[in-house]
């Protein structure tokens, strides 16, 4: 536990040096990493130490300008990265309306004004002091000398706070060079000879009379001042709820490399009263800022496939191609018919398209969008292979004829990959099944080496009674699998969302032998934690159906129900990411199973090990076992643990 202590704060000071010096060639004008990229970074840091200083602090100018005082506070905002962490934030900040903003993708500036003529332009700096560019912003478009209302001076002495942007049209004309809009402002705003802020240009969206006037009551009346003076305002949406404001966010997602001329990194989310008490803060809380994400596409539905495994039809989404963190992505899950009727989803709606941590990419919901046309998916009516109605359960669309060929060969291919009878191979499982010769899986362990023969020598080489090596392999191996835990047995089945981590789970629950299991019923199984209803349905279900033929393999001898918890790694469970160096991940699982252990494919807070050759890397596995306290482990130590333990 004290490694792991060293090796969370290890990756603070690491976090801590990154993140200062990014900052620092972010407000030099020379941007190393996107926003994305420095969000994740802040982001680990936030989870690792909440309250650590540099979380509280904007960042630095550069030491080429007179140093000036902010009158309005510049500080940074909270960030939600996906809809789940902006509903978390929006459930303790009900708002009978959500003002909703562009979050401008450029660089932070101050116009201070006394009686109305502007006196200075101020960076974002610290957040409390930054650089004197006034010479520079006097160029840029949208910077306003004086404040006119009504054909007269305004006497408004105070600060008004925009983003200092450079719009696509100008970057691919004059700075292509440049990596992007935002490196390119930075660059010009800061240079001491001024050359090239005319082709900037200034969107404001706050403003602070100082002297004690009121010009404005809500942050709406804010917004019609600013216009009313001359200045570019960020555009402003009003959404009546949470759910308006993540369908506008995804709407925003598809149109801001089309139709928005400037870059924009997210939505500023904020009520309509004015908290000067909360805006005062380091990172006010009364807003947030929504932000667009790398792991997140808005694409155009084209068609919908469907997947057959066993009996199970699961429809699957083809798009318009999108990048997702870095990998070009066309499919996406639709999960099942009621998914997609939730989804409300349809050929030609636009969706969004998410790929979160190591999940494989999903629908997550429609753009709602009017006068778009679309035409309903339609469904599959029966079985491709044996011509049966299909049955459509909502959660899932399957074939219910259990002698349906392909049902049948996929659960003899499941029962041969979770069993791991490897010389057992698909091609010769598929044979078998073609030949008659393999119908169930009690026929498996029925098998001679003379069954087996012809499918390793020609006529001509059995007529001259040779033996043949690969059949006699074959046998042994499939001997050598007669004995086998509870939960290996039952996952082997194919039953649907019944895997061996499933069975698991229950077998730990009293669920100890096959009777107790194949005598549950669905509110017994439905008790287990982890356990919904719906797949407690679906597991008795898949039970019933199978129960002749596991009673029958048992009563018979075929196989034998081993105690595997009775094994060296009793009551531990690991969790195996990475290549591993020595061996096959399915072999070090089996080699856990083997002696009583159990595997999971995720991590959850009652595993026991994570096992990684990459102790130090910070993917999400890595990360989420530091912050649950699990013990993080190298192959090296894995193998000394079993060595010494067997």
């Given at each position: 536990m004290a490694e792991l202590f060293e090796e969370v704060e290890n990756r603070i000071k690491t976090l801590e040096v990154l993140i200062k010096k990014y900052q620092k060639s972010y407000y030099d004008g020379e941007g190393e990493i996107s926003d994305a990229e420095f969000d994740k970074l802040w982001d680990e840091l936030k989870?690792?130490?909440?309250?650590?200083?540099?979380?509280?602090?904007?960042?630095?100018?550069?030491?080429?300008?007179?140093?000036?005082?902010?009158?309005?506070?510049?500080?940074?905002?909270?960030?939600?990265?996906?809809?789940?962490?902006?509903?978390?934030?929006?459930?303790?900040?009900?708002?009978?309306?959500?003002?909703?903003?562009?979050?401008?993708?450029?660089?932070?500036?101050?116009?201070?004004?006394?009686?109305?003529?502007?006196?200075?332009?101020?960076?974002?700096?610290?957040?409390?002091?930054?650089?004197?560019?006034?010479?520079?912003?006097?160029?840029?478009?949208?910077?306003?000398?004086?404040?006119?209302?009504?054909?007269?001076?305004?006497?408004f002495t105070g600060g008004i706070r925009g983003e200092v942007i450079m719009t696509h049209e100008v970057h691919e004309k004059h700075f292509s060079d440049k990596a992007n809009c935002r490196n390119a402002a930075n660059g010009l705003m800061k240079r001491k000879d001024g050359e090239g802020s005319q082709y900037l240009t200034l969107i404001v969206y706050d403003a602070?009379?100082?002297?004690?006037?009121?010009?404005?009551?809500?942050?709406?009346?804010?917004?019609?001042?600013?216009?009313?003076?001359?200045?570019?305002?960020?555009?402003?949406?009003?959404?009546?709820?949470?759910?308006?404001?993540?369908?506008?966010?995804?709407?925003?997602?598809?149109?801001?490399?089309?139709?928005?001329?400037?870059?924009?990194?997210?939505?500023?989310?904020?009520?309509?009263?004015?908290?000067?008490?909360?805006?005062?803060?380091?990172?006010?809380?009364?807003?947030?800022?929504?932000?667009?994400?790398?792991?997140?596409?808005?694409?155009t539905l084209r068609e919908v496939e469907w997947s057959i495994s066993g009996a199970t039809y699961t429809p699957v989404a083809i798009f318009d191609e999108v990048e997702l963190n870095g990998t070009k992505v066309q499919r996406a899950s639709l999960a099942n018919p009621d998914t997609m009727r939730s989804l409300g989803v349809e050929i030609g709606s636009h969706v969004v398209v998410v790929k979160r941590g190591e999940i494989i990419p999903k629908i997550e919901n429609v753009v709602e969008e009017k006068n778009l046309v679309t035409t309903p998916i339609v469904f599959p009516q029966v079985c491709e292979c044996c011509g049966t109605k299909l049955v459509d359960e909502g959660s899932r669309l399957f074939c219910p004829n259990k002698g349906c060929e392909k049902r049948v060969l996929h659960q003899l291919l499941k029962f041969q990959q979770v069993v791991d009878i490897r010389d057992l191979g698909e091609t010769l499982v598929t044979e078998l099944f073609k030949n008659k010769k393999v119908t169930c899986i009690s026929d498996l362990y029925r098998l001679s080496v003379e069954d087996l023969v012809p499918y390793f020598l020609n006529e001509e080489s059995i007529e001259n009674e040779k033996e043949s090596a690969g059949a006699i392999k074959v046998y042994n191996s499939i001997q050598n699998h007669r004995k086998m835990p509870l939960s290996t047995f039952l996952g082997a089945f194919d039953i649907e969302g019944f895997g061996e981590t499933s069975a698991e789970k229950l077998v730990a629950a009293g669920f100890n032998t096959l009777e107790k299991m194949l005598e549950a019923n669905e509110m017994q199984i439905a008790s287990v934690y982890g356990f919904a209803q719906i797949m407690a349905k679906t597991i008795c279900e898949g039970l019933k159906e199978n129960s002749e033929e596991m009673r029958r393999i048992v009563e018979e001898g075929l196989v034998e129900i081993t105690g595997g918890a009775e094994g060296a790694l009793s009551g531990k469970s690991f969790c195996f990411t990475g290549e591993l160096y020595t061996m096959k991940r399915a072999d070090a699982e089996q080699l856990v199973k083997k002696n009583g252990g159990t595997t999971k494919s995720s991590v959850t807070k009652d595993l026991s090990f994570l096992v990684t050759n990459d102790t130090q890397s910070g993917s999400s596995k890595n990360k989420k076992a530091q912050q649950l306290g699990i013990s993080i482990i190298d192959e090296k130590q894995f193998l000394s643990m079993v060595n010494s333990l067997v």
């Open positions: 989870e690792l130490d909440p309250q650590n200083e540099i979380l509280s602090k904007v960042g630095a100018d550069s030491g080429n300008f007179a140093k000036i005082r902010h009158v309005m506070p510049m500080g940074s905002q909270e960030k939600a990265a996906n809809p789940e962490q902006f509903l978390e934030w929006a459930a303790k900040h009900v708002y009978e309306e959500y003002l909703v903003e562009y979050k401008l993708d450029g660089a932070s500036l101050e116009l201070q004004y006394e009686h109305g003529y502007l006196k200075r332009a101020v960076t974002r700096g610290d957040g409390s002091i930054g650089d004197d560019i006034t010479a520079n912003a006097k160029k840029m478009q949208g910077v306003l000398p004086a404040l006119m209302l009504d054909g007269q001076i305004l006497d602070l009379a100082t002297d004690g006037q009121v010009f404005f009551k809500t942050e709406k009346e804010k917004i019609r001042f600013l216009m009313n003076l001359g200045f570019s305002v960020v555009k402003l949406v009003i959404c009546k709820n949470p759910q308006r404001v993540i369908d506008y966010r995804a709407k925003v997602m598809e149109d801001r490399k089309s139709v928005i001329p400037y870059d924009i990194d997210g939505l500023v989310v904020k009520e309509d009263a004015i908290n000067f008490e909360d805006a005062s803060r380091a990172r006010p809380d009364r807003q947030i800022a929504f932000k667009f994400s790398l792991e997140e596409a808005v694409s």
